[in-house]
Antibody, heavy 122, light 113 residues
Framework: QLQLQESGPGLLNPSGSLSLTCSVS??????????WGWVRQPPGKELEWIGSVSYVGNTYYNPSLASRVAISVDTSKSQFSLRVSSVTDADTAVYYC??????????????WGQGTLVTVSS | DIVMTQSPDSLAVSLGERATINCKSSQSVLYSSNNKNYVGWYQQKPGQPPKVLIY???ARDSGVPDRFSGSGSGTDFTLTISSLQAEDVAVYYC?????????FGGGTKVEIK
């Protein structure tokens, strides 16, 4: 059974950088051609797609965040990562990592991590 | 961006009754080359990640009870719960994966009347 687990700091200062890692177990990122993505959800609000990455590092980003976001993949560790720079309180959210159920980002997400709350506050 | 507009924002349904959630996309999400609608439906319970129920507008994911069904094409889509069970209390989201940025609807909260 595929499992995804987010990890990273839960509290950040404004203007700092957010770095999260998603560890994939029960299956290797490099063994298949799936795409992997990040989605966030501010408290009590709707879901927002941040971006997605292939196992060879091809990326797609939400234009609303693209200038501050980078997603990378480390197949040797079966992990992919998210970095968001210049954070503000608007970046406070639960951050989920997830897998697209196909070989492009034009597929829905079928496996999700449990999510990690990131709070931006001074 | 394709805007996904869900209605209603919330609804209360008696146990065993039908629940219907609508989702309208600001442009068509039907890909003509494969005749597929690039829409999915998710269920999210408190403190949990979303769970995919339906993809390609009407294909039920493995293990999803058959009381959940999806329909629609082009710009108008519906998720129906034919006989509401207590465990179906959740927020439901539609999502389009037709074009970037991928976008979700605002969610519909389903409760027991």
């Amino acid at each position: 059974q595929l499992q995804l687990q987010e990890s990273g700091p839960g509290l950040l200062n404004p203007s700092g950088s957010l770095s999260l890692t998603c560890s994939v177990s029960g299956g290797s990122i490099s063994a298949t051609t799936y795409y992997w993505g990040w989605v966030r959800q501010p408290p009590g609000k709707e879901l927002e797609w941040i971006g997605s990455v292939s196992y060879v590092g091809n990326t797609y980003y939400n234009p609303s965040l693209a200038s501050r976001v980078a997603i990378s993949v480390d197949t040797s560790k079966s992990q992919f990562s998210l970095r968001v720079s210049s954070v503000t309180d608007a970046d406070t959210a639960v951050y989920y990592c997830a897998r697209h159920c196909g070989d492009s980002a034009y597929f829905p997400f079928d496996y999700w991590g449990q999510g990690t709350l990131v709070t931006v506050s001074s | 961006d394709i805007v996904m507009t869900q209605s209603p924002d919330s609804l209360a349904v008696s146990l065993g009754e039908r629940a219907t959630i609508n989702c309208k996309s600001s442009q068509s999400v039907l890909y003509s080359s494969n005749n597929k609608n690039y829409v999915g439906w998710y269920q999210q319970k408190p403190g949990q990640p979303p769970k995919v129920l339906i993809y390609w507008a009407s294909a039920r994911d493995s293990g999803v009870p058959d009381r959940f069904s999806g329909s629609g094409s082009g710009t108008d889509f519906t998720l129906t719960i034919s006989s509401l069970q207590a465990e179906d209390v959740a927020v439901y989201y539609c999502q389009q994966y037709y074009s970037f940025p991928l976008t979700f609807g605002g969610g519909t909260k389903v409760e027991i009347k």
